[in-house]
């Protein structure tokens, strides 16, 4: 049974960082699919994806130089680091998972989802 959990969320003030954490259990350790999408109030939003084992990684423009994503092999868990965050990243976090994944910024991509953790950022 796949189960994806995520931890770390909270409320920051602007400029302040946080670190995310996607705990994957019942999924290989590599070449999986594993993605960060929010959800704020009428957008959803792919943030940050990593392709296991070889950790190519894709982020968005809109938080390029700000997040980035690592990988423990040992505990299959995925990290997004926030930096540097903004009012505008305040949203529900989402880890996904995947093995057969065209469109990597596609939501219905993805077979596995987590329970979503809360981000808010006040300025």
């Known amino acids: 049974q796949v189960r994806l959990v995520e931890s770390g969320g909270g409320s920051v003030q602007a400029g302040g960082s946080l670190r995310l954490e996607c705990a994957a259990s019942?999924?290989?350790?590599?070449?999986?699919?594993m993605a960060w999408f929010r959800q704020a109030p009428e957008k959803r939003e792919g943030v940050a994806i990593l392709y296991t084992g070889v950790n190519l990684t894709w982020i968005a423009n809109s938080v390029e130089g700000r997040f980035t994503l690592s990988h423990d092999t040992t505990e299959n868990t995925v990290y997004l680091q926030m930096n540097s965050l903004k009012p505008e990243d305040t949203a529900l976090y989402y880890c996904?998972?995947?093995?057969?994944?065209?469109?990597?910024?596609?939501?219905?991509?993805?077979?596995?989802w987590g329970q979503g953790t809360q981000v808010t950022v006040s300025s």
């Open positions: 019942g999924l290989p350790t590599e070449h999986i699919y």
């Open positions: 996904a998972a995947g093995q057969r994944v065209t469109g990597v910024w596609s939501a219905g991509a993805y077979d596995y």
